[in-house]
Structures are given as structure tokens and as C-alpha cells.
């Protein structure tokens, strides 16, 4: 592995680390009284526009495209994605707040259901690099975790990046049997042949 993939794992992790603070920070500073309901939304939306962008443009940065080379159908992707989370930011307040320090709540459940936007980093990457490398071609690779049906089905299988893309197949999102959930899997660029015949598509 060459020094510059091996750096630019490193601070992908970083930016990671760095969302999954910044969500469960804002968790948290509900939980404990810090913040409104209203102070709360903003908060969250504000961490989650930044992370995601920045999620998004890694994945871009991967095929060399910085971020006033997006078409306007990448931003326009990048945009609904982030738009799409905002419409849970609310009610997921409204439970927190219900279940406050203050009112006996406890704060593990809380940070459990933050990982839901946590995931949401590794998926924007991918959406991002999907959309900036569309024509290379790149093999379903299992990480190191349990595996649900859909991610076995598709390991080994390669496909242009626009393809797995179009098929609205990539891991980490919550089209999977796992829903992206701890999902580890990625699409790893190869010079492999691309597999033979139609796109399978595994209902879930």
C-alpha cells in the first residue's frame, strides 16, 4: 500500500473521529441541560452539513476532484443527502430532552441512535466517489465484521463505480440488510474484469 493511500486512510479516520465527536458533543450537551430544543437543532444541523460535505469531497478527492469541479448533479446529490437527515434532527431532540439527565434518562441509548448519522460519514464518502470516479471500476470488498446476506451476495462482484451507483447498491447505506449499520465493506478500485451479465439486484 503506498504512502499516500496509506495517508489518506488516516485522515479519513480523523475526519470520522471528528463527526462522531461532534454528534455525540451535541448529544450529550442536550442530555445534560446545556442546550434548548432549538439550540439542540441547530447544533446537530450545523455538525451534520459540515461532516457530510467534508465526507463527501473525500470521497470526490479520491478521483482528484476538489469541490468547485462537482458537476451540478454531484452538488445536487450531495445536497439531498444532507437535506434528508435534517428531517430527523427534531424529534430525535424532543427524546432526548424527555430523557434528560435531569429526568432519569440515561445517555448510552442516546449515543446508539447517534450512530445512525455516524454512519452517514462513511456513506457520503462513497456516494461522493461513486458520482467523481464513475467510470472506474471498482470490487465489493468485505470488512473486518459479521456480514449480513446482501453485502456476501455482492462481495467479489466488480462494476464500474457508476453502475453500482445507478443500481442505488453501495455498502455502508441503509439499502443493505444491515441497513449500514457497523457495516465495514467498501468499493475498492481494480483492473479486474467486470462481472459478466446484468446487474443482480438482491431485494431486501
Not at 457495516?183 to 446484468?198: A, Y
Request: glycine share 8%; with cysteine.
Amino acid at each position: 500500500m503506498s504512502d499516500f493511500i496509506v495517508t489518506e486512510l488516516v485522515n479519513q479516520e480523523k475526519s470520522l473521529s471528528e463527526y462522531r465527536t461532534g454528534i455525540r458533543g451535541t448529544i450529550r450537551g442536550a442530555w445534560i441541560g446545556q442546550y434548548t430544543l432549538f439550540q439542540f437543532t441547530d447544533a446537530m444541523r450545523a455538525v451534520i452539513e459540515r461532516g457530510l460535505r467534508q465526507a463527501w469531497l473525500e470521497g470526490a478527492a479520491q478521483c482528484g476532484i476538489s469541490m468547485d469541479e462537482l458537476t451540478a448533479p454531484e452538488v445536487q446529490a450531495m445536497l439531498d443527502m444532507i437535506n434528508n437527515q435534517m428531517q430527523y434532527i427534531i424529534a430525535f431532540g424532543g427524546d432526548i430532552l424527555d430523557n434528560s439527565q435531569a429526568n432519569g434518562g440515561k445517555l448510552e441509548p442516546l449515543f446508539v441512535r447517534g450512530e445512525m448519522w455516524i454512519n452517514r460519514y462513511n456513506e457520503a464518502r462513497i456516494r461522493g466517489a461513486a458520482m467523481a470516479c464513475a467510470d472506474q471500476k471498482a470490487e465489493w470488498q468485505l470488512g473486518q465484521s459479521e456480514h449480513c446476506s446482501t453485502c456476501s451476495f455482492y462481495a467479489g462482484k466488480v462494476y464500474r463505480l457508476s453502475t453500482w451507483n445507478n443500481n442505488g447498491v453501495l455498502p455502508r447505506t441503509s439499502v443493505l440488510e444491515c441497513r449500514g449499520f457497523n457495516c465495514k465493506c467498501d468499493l475498492v478500485p481494480t483492473s479486474k474484469r467486470i462481472t459478466p451479465g446484468r446487474f443482480p439486484k438482491r431485494y431486501l
